[in-house]
């Protein structure tokens, strides 16, 4: 099973070290053929030069690809249309994957009957967030859990 993992990013060039990092420490996928489109969205900074760089330093596949018309869908076609695999997953600039992410997502794809997949998204535990934003708020930031059972 083929999968590109695509990163849309504009502006956020500094994000990308850590979020591939953590893409680079992927575990359970020595069978799969994957690999990552960071897709520049118009950029001023130096998201190219930080792409080439960690696509020399780091044991994965990553691939450059840039979109001038402004726009998160944008951005996503561009990567899909760049993208080898048979299956995508996107995910932000800012996002630091789990090391088991992209084996849950191969074995989701593989076991059930679906057409997408998604997972539990937590929030940093570093964030130091405003006393007014109690958990039952924490959904409006992204953050996602319903538990251990597939729905």
């Known amino acids: 099973m ?9 502006n956020r060039g500094e994000n990308l070290p850590i979020c591939l990092e953590k893409l680079a420490e992927q575990q359970g996928v020595d069978n799969l053929s994957w690999e990552v ?16 760089k960690l696509s020399y330093e780091l044991p994965i596949t990553v691939r450059y690809a840039f979109e001038g018309e402004q726009g998160l869908n944008y951005a996503r076609n561009r990567g ?5 695999g048979a299956y995508f997953a996107f995910i932000d600039d800012d996002i630091l994957v789990s090391p088991r ?21 937590r929030l940093d535990p570093k964030l130091s967030l405003p006393n007014w934003i109690k958990p039952d708020m924490y959904g409006f930031l992204g953050c996602q859990d319903y538990g251990e059972k597939p729905i």
Do not use: H, P, Q
């Open 2 to 10: 083929n999968f590109s993992v695509i990163i849309c990013t504009y």
């Open 37 to 52: 489109v960071v897709v520049d969205n118009n950029s001023t900074d130096e998201t190219k030069a930080i792409v080439a």
């Open 80 to 84: 899909v249309t760049e993208s080898s």
């Open 101 to 121: 992410w992209l084996i849950a997502l191969y074995t989701a794809l593989s076991e059930y009957d679906v057409d997408a997949v998604g997972g539990r998204i």
